[in-house]
T-cell receptor, first 115, second 112 residues
Framework: DAGVIQSPRHEVTEMGQEVTLRCKPI?????LFWYRQTMMRGLELLIY????????DSGMPEDRFSAKMPNASFSTLKIQPSEPRDSAVYFC?????????????FGDGTRLSIL | DQQVKQNSPSLSVQEGRISILNCDYT??????FLWYKKYPAEGPTFLIS?????DKNEDGRFTVFLNKSAKHLSLHIVPSQPGDSAVYFC???????????FGEGTQLTVNP
């Protein structure tokens, strides 16, 4: 079974550039989560969607960050303009909310480096 | 405000022995707890979970214990194997499927 698929796996770009991270959740899952992992703050939730609708975006650090989920099989996280402090590993996860207490399943992440 | 804490950044055990990883939480609204394992350059992999109505859940070599009064949970791995060497994250949520709050992680090293 295909898991959560993220692309690209690595991204290196110069500050000021737009960065777009992509995620394909597990088929049939109706909740999607974006996390960021840094040395200082660990794994923190940025935003999550339920049935393609953003439910909680309180973790999005600032207006430079935006996320969309145009359909059940695709989501993007965009940073514009990017800054060096955005360098981190970004994970996407999905889960099924049709049943209670279902775990989230993670992709392998995008390692982002802003120079 | 760190609502989920793993106070041991690292743990080293001998192969065949028991590994015990600990986690404390402060938010009494948490009712679902999970453990994830993470290898370098991979995403966290779900290991085992427990709901607040239980105090123990077992899956093969992995057992999670929950002490609600102490707001403490632990993961026992027995017997430990070298392939278990990874970072283990404790996570908690308030309602089924909602946002997860993660601990800082514990690096487990199992020595042959």
């Amino acid at each position: 079974d295909a898991g959560v698929i993220q692309s690209p796996r690595h991204e290196v770009t110069e500050m000021g550039q737009e960065v777009t991270l992509r995620c394909k959740p597990i088929s049939g899952h109706n909740s999607l989560f974006w996390y960021r992992q840094t040395m200082m703050r660990g794994l923190e939730l940025l935003i999550y969607f339920n049935n393609n609708v953003p439910i909680d975006d309180s973790g999005m650090p600032e207006d430079r960050f935006s996320a969309k989920m145009p359909n059940a099989s695709f989501s993007t996280l965009k940073i514009q303009p990017s800054e060096p402090r955005d360098s981190a590993v970004y994970f996407c996860a999905s889960s099924s909310q049709d049943h209670s207490n279902q775990p989230q399943h993670f992709g392998d992440g995008t390692r982002l480096s802003i120079l | 405000d760190q609502q989920v804490k793993q106070n041991s950044p690292s743990l080293s055990v001998q192969e065949g022995r028991i590994s015990i990883l600990n986690c404390d939480y402060t938010n009494s609204m948490f009712d679902y707890f999970l453990w994830y394992k993470k290898y370098p350059a991979e995403g966290p992999t779900f290991l085992i979970s427990i709901s607040s109505i239980k105090d123990k859940n077992e899956d093969g070599r992995f057992t999670v214990f929950l002490n609600k009064s102490a707001k403490h949970l632990s993961l026992h791995i027995v017997p430990s194997q070298p392939g278990d060497s990874a970072v283990y994250f404790c996570a908690a949520s308030g309602t089924s499927g909602s946002r997860l709050t993660f601990g800082e992680g514990t690096q487990l090293t199992v020595n042959p």
